[in-house]
């Protein structure tokens, strides 16, 4: 079966031009993440989804910062008025209902460059 | 807080050779999960293992193998006969119970180099 699967892979942008980036979760995967991996770091958690409702947004750097998920599946990250310090990869991840919910399956990143 | 520390940045090893890869955990909850994920160049996080708090026993497959050990707070995780294609970044994960187990918290992770 598919995996979760992102777009667009790269993206560069001028500063202060907004961008969107696109997660396609795991079918049939009820929660969904987002985190931000600067170079040479870790994940950090930005948000969670569970269907639609945004549960915890505790870790968005930012009001330029704003994720939505309106019919529980695909979910868009969306940065305003890019800066330079929001480069970095980001990345999507979606855990099933049950069974197997702790774990969280990542797609492949959108790595962002803001110029 | 919750807080995960790998220690080791870089480890370079050649092909053949067992290496250990460190991961050390804060947490103030009893009920937690462990992770180890590994990151190739080309930069998906793939899910390696999860472990839950109350069970301790070691764990291997193939030729990988993982120590968890709750009075030192560690979750170390051994390669045997390593092999080029083991070359990445491995990255220590923690969820608690007290956010939902929604929230990962990763290391900052070891990058593992392979030569032939």
């Known amino acids: 079966g598919a995996g979760v699967s992102q777009s667009p892979r790269y993206k560069v942008a001028k500063r202060g031009q907004d961008v969107a980036l696109r997660c396609d979760p795991i079918?049939?995967?009820?929660?969904l993440f987002w985190y931000q991996q600067a170079l040479g770091q870790g994940p950090e958690f930005l948000t969670y989804?569970?269907?639609?409702?945004?549960?915890?947004k505790s870790g968005l750097p930012s009001d330029r910062f704003f994720a939505e998920r309106p019919e529980g599946s695909v979910s868009t990250l969306k940065i305003q008025r890019t800066q330079q310090e929001d480069s970095a990869v980001y990345l999507c991840?979606?855990?099933?209902?049950?069974?197997?919910?702790?774990?969280?399956?990542f797609g492949p990143g959108t790595r962002l460059l803001v110029l | 807080a919750q807080k995960v520390t790998q220690a080791q940045t870089e480890i370079s090893v050649v092909e053949k050779e067992d290496v250990t890869l460190d991961c050390v955990y804060e947490?103030?909850?009893?009920?937690?999960?462990l992770f180890w994920y590994k990151q190739p160049p080309s930069g998906e996080l793939v899910f390696l293992i999860r472990?839950?708090?109350?069970?301790?026993q070691n764990e291997i497959s193939g030729r990988y193998s993982w120590n968890f050990q709750k009075s030192t707070s560690s979750f170390n995780f051994t390669i045997t006969a390593s092999q080029v294609v083991d070359s990445a970044v491995y990255f220590c994960?923690?969820?608690?119970?007290?956010?939902?187990?929604?929230?990962?918290?990763f290391g900052t992770g070891t990058r593992l180099l392979v030569s032939p």
């Open positions: 991840a979606s855990s099933a209902r049950t069974g197997d919910q702790e774990t969280q399956y």
């Open positions: 079918s049939g995967h009820v929660s």
């Open positions: 989804f569970q269907n639609e409702a945004q549960l915890d």
């Open positions: 947490t103030r909850d009893t009920t937690y999960y």
């Open positions: 472990r839950n708090s109350f069970d301790e």
């Open positions: 994960a923690l969820s608690e119970a007290n956010t939902g187990f929604q929230k990962l918290v």
